[in-house]
């Protein structure tokens, strides 16, 4: 991993650790569908929309893990 890689998540761990960030992750984790199925029945575009909303609440939570 590179070095500016490592920087950005390095920020992306100090935003949502603290307790305002950890506040605002779980506000964006509700409104994302982050626990819960993002699939609308019959509806292949209202899915993909869903889903991609997940998918920056995917993004954080990878950008913070440890590598």
Known sequence: M???MKKLRQMYSDTFSTE???KLLHDLE???NYNVSSFVA???NATSYEEGK???V?????MMKEE
């Open 2 to 4: 590179n070095e500016e």
């Open 42 to 44: 019959g509806d292949t």
């Open 30 to 32: 509700v409104r994302c």
């Open 54 to 56: 997940r998918a920056v």
């Open 58 to 62: 995917l993004y954080i939570h990878n």
């Open 20 to 22: 305002t960030g950890k």
